[in-house]
């Protein structure tokens, strides 16, 4: 009975040293207005959004132009242009596992809004309104590598969403920030609820002082560091979004009459919710210094310059579990989910 206890007691500490842990949420408030009125505003809300990005390849490369580098007649020299490129990539990943976890937190999110009696109003219906006669409905539940370099975008299944349109492509182009005021207030007053999450799992870790040398020394390096997350950053938009449509955000505006009765929310994050358990965390580097060609005596009178363009590519896989990933990231942002839904209850009482 003795050896089974100390067994079990073993078992448990092997357990929890590879089990998942999911860091805090510290939301970040910003030109939050008037939540309050939400109590009295009509319980209706239109998703005018509901998008997961998931980093799936970090694509990071540094060029140092090359040419002449100074000197006397005697001295002068020329150093080549030089390149590092970095390319790390998830291995384990399949397509489904995206959007199942897409599809389980958008479920997640609409189960505790209708239990706190929201209608939720369709894309078709939004269709009638002024503001978005225009747009093109698409509908989630595929794959968009198009709207950011390294990440895979998805809409849960079944979902449609409006959109202004789409380039060529295949990048969405969407501006409901700007228009959700009016849209709140042509649907009646309901709440338009704008969600983005980004989940990144590398993000460039090289330190200042490391980066003013490689400027002295003509070198071109790239330095990441696997850290699976929830992000709080924005990520590269081209364009085509506002800031607050980017990175991880959920943003709710609430018109009723008109825009004295405006309540706004903008739920960010201050920091990335840390996903550990899943990827190991490590630091990768891609390093190449210029090379670099002098003439001198032994060339005799011809100046002899031997000056290629160089490049440096390092790709590496990042093992990762499928299981593991998805338990993970699920949990971590339906983490972020529940807090933006207390503070969203919080305001209705």
């Given at each position: 009975m003795k050896k089974l206890a100390i067994y079990a007691l073993l078992l448990l500490c092997c357990n929890s040293l590879f089990a998942q842990t999911i860091g805090e949420v510290d939301l970040k408030e910003i030109n939050n207005y008037g939540l309050r009125k939400l109590k009295d505003a009509p319980k209706k809300v239109f998703i005018?959004?509901?998008?997961?990005?998931?980093?799936?390849?970090?694509?990071?490369?540094?060029?140092?132009?090359?040419?002449?580098?100074?000197?006397?007649?005697?001295?002068?020299?020329?150093?080549?242009?030089?390149?590092?490129?970095?390319?790390?990539?998830?291995?384990?990943?399949?397509?489904?596992?995206?959007?199942?976890?897409?599809?389980?937190?958008y479920k997640n999110l609409t189960s505790q809004l209708k239990a706190e009696g929201f209608e939720i109003i369709t894309a078709e219906q939004a269709l009638a309104s002024d503001e978005l006669k225009d747009w093109v409905k698409r509908t989630g539940g595929s794959l968009n590598q198009a709207q950011y370099d390294g990440y895979v975008s998805i809409s849960p299944t079944g979902f449609d969403y409006l959109v202004k349109g789409v380039n060529d492509d295949g990048k969405e182009k969407?501006?409901?920030?700007?228009?959700?005021?009016?849209?709140?207030?042509?649907?009646?007053?309901?709440?338009v609820l704008i969600v983005n999450l980004a989940v990144p799992f590398a993000n460039e870790a090289e330190s200042g002082g490391s980066k003013l040398l490689g400027r002295l020394g003509?070198?071109?390096?790239?330095?990441?560091e696997t850290n699976l997350a929830i992000g709080s950053d924005a990520l590269d938009y081209s364009g085509t979004t506002g800031f607050y449509a980017n990175g991880s955000s959920i943003i709710?505006?609430?018109?009723?009459?008109?825009?004295?009765?405006?309540?706004?929310?903008?739920?960010?994050?201050?920091?990335?919710?840390t996903i550990e358990g899943v990827i190991e965390k490590k630091k990768y580097k891609a390093?190449?210094?210029?090379?670099?060609?002098?003439?001198?005596?032994?060339?005799g009178l011809f100046r002899v310059f031997d000056v290629d363009d160089r490049f440096m590519k390092n790709v590496q896989a990042i093992p990762v579990e499928s299981s593991k990933y998805k338990a993970g990231v699920a949990a971590a942002a339906n983490k972020y989910l529940n807090s933006v839904m207390d503070e969203i209850r919080n305001n209705l009482k």
């Open positions: 005018s959004q509901f998008r997961v990005n998931f980093q799936t390849m970090y694509l990071d490369t540094e060029k140092k132009a090359g040419g002449f580098r100074g000197g006397s007649d005697y001295t002068r020299s020329y150093k080549s242009a030089v390149s590092a490129s970095l390319s790390l990539g998830l291995k384990g990943i399949q397509e489904k596992d995206l959007i199942d976890i897409t599809d389980e937190l969407n501006s409901f920030f700007n228009k959700a005021p009016k849209i709140s207030q042509q649907l009646g007053g309901a709440m003509g070198g071109a390096k790239v330095v990441a709710g505006l609430n018109v009723k009459q008109s825009m004295s009765n405006i309540s706004v929310g903008n739920w960010l994050l201050k920091k990335p919710i390093e190449e210094q210029a090379k670099v060609d002098m003439w001198g005596q032994d060339y």
